[in-house]
């Protein structure tokens, strides 16, 4: 408190001479307590660079806008539910948040995230790209800003896939299969495949999608026990029992296999345009190169969004809102993007020439009109758990892809029945 | 436990107290009535453990009964569903089994190595305060530290123990340790009895200087060995110790979350999980913390059944 007065006292009062300013910071202080709105905004750690971005943020918006203060709490993503979780059951929650969007439609079911049409000007929803914009739109009404983007594209290791003959990566799944038999005989991993942590099912969604399988039908039950899906399976299963993947795959999350990436032994593997900026960090002479998702029988690739909410009991909403349309100006959101290595969410920042000369990020934004977002369904955590252990059970050998597919189908269709 | 209460009742008749004082000095003040006495003394850590602990309590069985959101909005009352649910899942009933193997696995296992250690520490030989520190040391380590230290260690890719087996040529290729739980959850019990050691030896170092050295004297001069000393001298003084030492490390380890949480979140396949990890799970993973709570009040009912059994069997023993 004694440093946030005088602070917020003197971004107003910035000409006066020194010693009048401390006395009308003196004279104001209790008045300024009063009228001072205080902001509480939880972040997501994205990487190193999120906190401190956040906190310039803050500060700047602060001084454009006295009276105002900013707190940023920044939580990993790990530990996101469970804080969340906590404040909202304790009815103390942050002004904002970010969110996975999946959650929104349990939040907008519970009653804690606001709906924000009615502060949206028409010009305002025009700055973002559309597809970004639609996940968080729940009964016609939008609940959240796209605050992070990203697609998947196979990241491939030039000097091994040329010498598989492969020089442009693979294009469908028989190449992959095709490039990692040589790959292994030549000494390295051929098909980087994750198996350990959050985001394995999503991991085998892209063969199942490749092969034209699909996740969920159209009267919200399990869709994924499917001649698509057991094919899409059986494809990982054999790359496991030929050695094509590395070895011991339930042991690796997707950070384990992309550091097997970084250090040149996996030949090729899916994820998020960040790994180019985790590349050129910390191993800039990798020659890798960037493809869609190979092609089953058609192509298809994931998409996620993370979004920013509003609590609807927040007391200063007016003020929340004031901080979100700043958050989505062009300069905020170009850094923002570019130092996590997300795709553009709005318009001007698609504009900005880091992203539009940017060939690698090029690729994943022209995967986006094929792209599946995950749906905004209750459910999806028990789902994607229940998926996770079929696979797992394959790839150790234990079950076969049909009998896994169907016991996961059961508990899937109890995961999303409930919430 | 009952015998102690009439002891320590009768003891407190013969020693002079703040109220049982002798009356000619006191006789200004109000006196206390003397079956209130001891109300008033544990009084206030009464209340604090009613605090402390029935109110969660109270809260979990309230969640266990309920319908609740994925963030903790208590939606409505579903009776006994949360915890016939849980009862019916086979990843339940398995992981209810494995989390008794690894508490019977990790606390035999320390209690048999921790035995020796105190014996060993507990003689009088150059070096023993360095000895004893070492012993100690890992006590001050976060379990979760210690649990990311081992998880290198046994990595697949570049982990110590795996090119330590490499250069003894006993293993031709990295074993992937971590990936199954044929090997993942032995290693799990493996870490679990080293960081248990420092504190059941603690407990064994205290209870071998109970033990006055003269009847060791006395024995050794009627001719028994050391075997024979261990076996009927110091095993059944030291039982009261092994008892505490057993039923803390029992509470603690099937209660433990870091270990297994970080080296295999369960997994692969649900098959590393014990109860605690699995309710984790449930409540933060996959957004059911109706669910998790009644994990949660079946895990107190287990420690609760196995605590009284255990104890029970270790009066009948000394009896």
């Excluded at chain 2, 009644?294 to 420690?303: F, T, Y």
């Amino acid at each position: 408190m004694k440093t946030g007065a005088p602070e917020s006292a003197s971004a107003g009062v910035r000409r006066r001479p020194l010693i009048a300013a401390a006395g009308s910071a003196l004279a104001l202080a209790p008045f300024a307590a009063r009228a001072a709105t205080s902001l509480h905004v939880t972040v997501a750690y994205y990487s190193a660079a999120t906190g401190p971005y956040f906190q310039q943020m803050a500060k700047a918006f602060e001084a454009a806008n006295p009276g105002i203060t900013v707190k940023i709490d920044v939580v990993n993503w790990d530990t996101l539910l469970q804080t969340l979780q906590t404040d909202i059951s304790g009815g103390v929650t942050p002004d904002l948040s970010i969110i996975g969007t999946r959650w929104l439609l349990t939040f907008v079911k519970d009653g804690v995230a606001e709906p924000l049409d009615h502060f949206m000007t028409p010009q305002f929803r025009d700055r973002f790209i559309g597809t970004f914009l639609e996940p968080a739109e729940i009964g016609g009404k939008v609940y959240g800003l796209p605050i992070a983007a990203s697609a998947r594209a196979m990241f491939y290791n030039k000097d091994m896939l040329t010498k598989a003959g492969f020089p442009d990566g693979p294009k469908t799944w028989d190449d992959v299969v095709a490039a990692a038999r040589k790959i292994k005989a030549a000494g390295g991993y051929g098909f980087g495949l994750q198996g350990k942590a959050i985001e394995t099912d999503v991991y085998w969604y892209y063969a199942l999608w490749s092969y034209g399988g699909e996740l969920i039908d159209k009267d919200g039950k399990a869709a994924f026990d499917s001649p698509a899906g057991i094919k899409a399976l059986t494809l990982y299963q054999t790359m496991v029992k030929e050695g094509l993947t590395q070895p011991g795959v339930t042991d690796y999350t997707r950070e384990d296999v992309q550091n097997l990436f970084k250090q040149g032994r996996v030949g090729m593997m899916i994820t998020a345009p960040f790994l180019i900026n985790q590349i050129a960090a910390e191993a800039p002479k990798l020659q890798y190169g960037i493809c869609p998702v190979p092609r089953g029988t058609t192509s298809a690739t994931y998409a996620v969004t993370d979004s920013i909410v509003m609590f609807s009991n927040s007391r200063a909403k007016d003020a929340a809102w004031k901080f979100l349309d700043f958050l989505f100006t062009k300069n905020p959101r170009v850094t923002f993007s570019k130092n996590e290595g997300f795709l553009p969410t709005t318009k001007a920042e698609a504009a900005d020439p880091y992203f539009a000369d940017n060939k690698q990020l090029q690729i994943f934004v022209s995967l986006l009109p094929e792209a599946r977002f995950a749906p905004t369904i209750p459910g999806w955590e028990g789902m994607a758990q229940a998926v996770t252990d079929a696979v797992q059970s394959v790839y150790l050998g234990k079950a076969d892809p049909a009998a896994a597919l169907k016991l996961a189908s059961t508990k899937a269709d109890q995961a999303l029945k409930g919430d | 436990m009952i015998e102690n209460h009439h002891t320590s009742s009768e003891n407190r008749k013969r020693l002079p107290g703040i109220a049982i004082a002798p009356a000619g000095e006191m006789r200004a003040r109000p006196r206390i009535p003397r079956a209130l006495v001891p109300w008033l003394l544990i009084g206030p850590s009464l209340v604090l453990a009613v605090v402390v602990i029935f109110y969660p309590f109270v809260e979990i069985v309230q969640l266990s009964l309920h319908d609740v959101s994925p963030f903790g909005i208590v939606r409505g009352f579903v009776g006994f569903a949360n915890y016939a649910r849980t009862l019916d899942d086979p990843v339940f009933q398995a992981t209810v089994l494995r989390t008794l193997e690894w508490t019977v696995a990790v606390v035999g296992g320390t209690v048999i190595i921790s035995m020796p250690v105190a014996l060993v520490l507990a003689q009088d030989f150059h070096g023993r305060g360095l000895a004893r520190t070492l012993i100690l040391l890992p006590w001050s380590m976060s379990l979760a530290m210690a649990a990311i230290v081992w998880l290198w260690a046994f990595n697949g890719n570049y982990g110590m123990v795996n090119s330590i087996l490499e250069g003894a040529g006993l293993i031709a290729k990295p074993l992937q340790w971590m990936a199954r739980a044929e090997t993942a959850f032995p290693v799990e019990i493996g870490v679990g009895i080293l960081v248990s050691i420092p504190f059941t030896v603690t407990i064994f170092l205290g209870g071998l200087a109970s033990i006055p050295g003269e009847i060791y004297e006395a024995a050794w001069i009627d001719g028994a060995g050391a075997l024979a000393q261990f076996r009927w001298m110091t095993l059944p003084l030291m039982r009261p110790f092994v008892t505490i030492a057993v039923v803390l490390n029992m509470i603690y380890v099937f209660n433990s979350f870091p270990i297994i949480w970080v080296m295999t979140e369960g997994g692969p396949d649900n098959s590393t999980h014990i109860l605690v990890t699995y309710l984790y799970e449930l409540a933060f993973r996959i957004g059911r913390p109706g669910l998790a709570a009644a994990v949660s009040v079946a895990m107190l009912a287990i420690v609760l059944v196995f605590s009284f059994a255990y104890l029970r069997l270790a009066e009948r023993e000394a009896t």
